[in-house]
């Protein structure tokens, strides 16, 4: 399992890369800012938990954006929001491009029923693994 799993998230990484190089954005730096402009003024911990990376690889990702000008972190006494730059919104359609993009390309390659398995099946299997 482990080197299958590896397997399939190398090529999967490759295929996203090469979607999201539309954006210039690697993918999770991608799905950081769609969350920051789908809720504005997310916080951290939510984003870690959306997608299920470490608060320390969020803070990293988030100054990368930062660096780009795409997301702002106010702080508001103990908690810390993350909010879209007006830059990224300009980017927000491309952004829901590469998404559709990619998604019909590995549903293309893998079948649409067996993709939307897959990740619920994996999804579940990261959970029980978590406990």
């Known amino acids: 399992m482990y080197f299958a799993s590896g397997a399939l998230a190398r090529q999967l990484e490759k295929l ?19 969350l920051a402009l789908e809720e504005p003024g997310i916080q951290p911990t939510s984003i870690s938990r959306h997608l299920r990376l470490t608060p320390s690889t969020i803070t990293r990702l988030i100054e990368k954006l930062e660096e780009k000008m795409l997301v702002m972190r106010i702080t508001e006494g103990k908690v810390t929001k993350v909010y879209p730059t007006p830059g990224a919104e300009e980017l927000y359609p491309a952004l829901l491009r590469c998404n559709e993009q990619f998604a019909a390309r590995y549903c293309h390659l893998l079948g ?20």
């Not at 996203?16 to 800012?33: F, G, M, N, R, T």
């Not at 897959?118 to 990261?126: D, V």
Request: no cysteine; net charge negative.
């Open 16 to 34: 996203a890369i090469e979607h999201w190089k539309q954006v210039d954005l690697p993918p999770s730096h991608a799905y950081l800012l769609m």
């Open 112 to 131: 649409l029923d067996e993709s939307g398995k897959l990740a619920q099946s994996m999804m579940r299997m990261a959970d029980k693994l978590s406990n």
